[in-house]
């Protein structure tokens, strides 16, 4: 399978949102809830920041949010902050146990 | 605390082999689905291995298919990765996270894997 599709980079002034797509396919995210988002951090472990489409684990703040529609999801961040600065994945589940990432989308902040 | 800790990268002539190990701690690895993932210098992450709880079922990328073998211990809490017929394009930094209904919540700092002459 491909990787998904993300953009390069998106930017955005403190205190906005950006929003990042992930496009993917019907076997992959368009098949299954399990699309899941990391933040890193340049030289830094990925973190996982929302699961299961809109599911934010303890401690990642609410001004994340996830959601899907049809073979494309989206990881919006509202009320930008400068340490928001980072690369994100997203990560979908396309059968089979695989796991497919998207290319990596660098958020910076202005 | 719940980690992760991998161990075994180093520098490695194309054609060679090593092994990964990955300890578990702060949770019981037999009750969870296992992964290796990969970054290579500057680029995004690849999802290269997994393993059930029990070992009954594995799956390898393409990229990696008959040259790496994944495997667990659960007595000891340990998952290794067995690489070999290195290749340059291995390079990277090897993570096990683990594998919580589709998401990896918690990931290892990584071991990083050069291939090189």
């Known amino acids: 399978q491909s990787a998904l599709t993300q953009p390069r980079s998106v930017s955005g002034s403190p205190g906005q949102s950006v929003t990042i797509s992930c496009a993917g396919t019907?076997?992959?995210?368009?098949?299954?809830?399990?699309l899941s988002w990391y933040q890193q951090h340049p030289g830094k472990v990925p973190k996982l920041m929302i699961y299961?489409?809109?599911k934010r684990p303890s401690g990642v703040p609410d001004r994340f949010s996830g959601s899907k529609s049809g073979n494309t999801a989206s990881l919006t961040i509202s009320g930008l902050q400068a340490e928001d600065e980072a690369d994100y994945y997203c990560?979908?589940?396309?059968?089979?146990?695989?796991?497919?990432f998207g290319g990596g989308t660098t958020v910076t902040v202005l | 605390e719940v980690q992760l800790v991998e161990s075994g990268g180093g520098l490695v002539q194309p054609g060679g082999s090593l092994r990964l190990s990955c300890a578990a701690s702060?949770?019981?690895?037999?009750?969870?689905?296992m992964n290796w993932v990969r970054q290579a210098p500057g680029k995004g992450l690849e999802c290269i291995s997994y393993?059930?709880?029990?070992?009954?079922?594995?799956y390898y990328a393409d990229s990696v298919k008959g040259r790496f073998t994944i495997s667990r211990d659960n007595a000891k809490d340990s998952l290794y990765l067995q690489m070999n017929s290195l290749r340059a394009e291995d390079t990277a930094i090897y993570y096990c996270?683990?594998?919580?209904?589709?998401?990896?919540?918690?990931w290892g700092k990584g071991t990083m894997v050069t291939v090189s002459s």
């Open positions: 996270a683990r594998d919580n209904y589709k998401s990896l919540d918690v």
């Open positions: 702060g949770f019981t690895l037999s009750s969870y689905e």
């Open positions: 393993i059930s709880s029990s070992s009954g079922t594995i």
């Open positions: 019907s076997g992959d995210i368009g098949a299954y809830t399990y």
């Open positions: 299961h489409v809109n």
């Open positions: 990560c979908s589940y396309a059968g089979s146990y695989t796991m497919l």
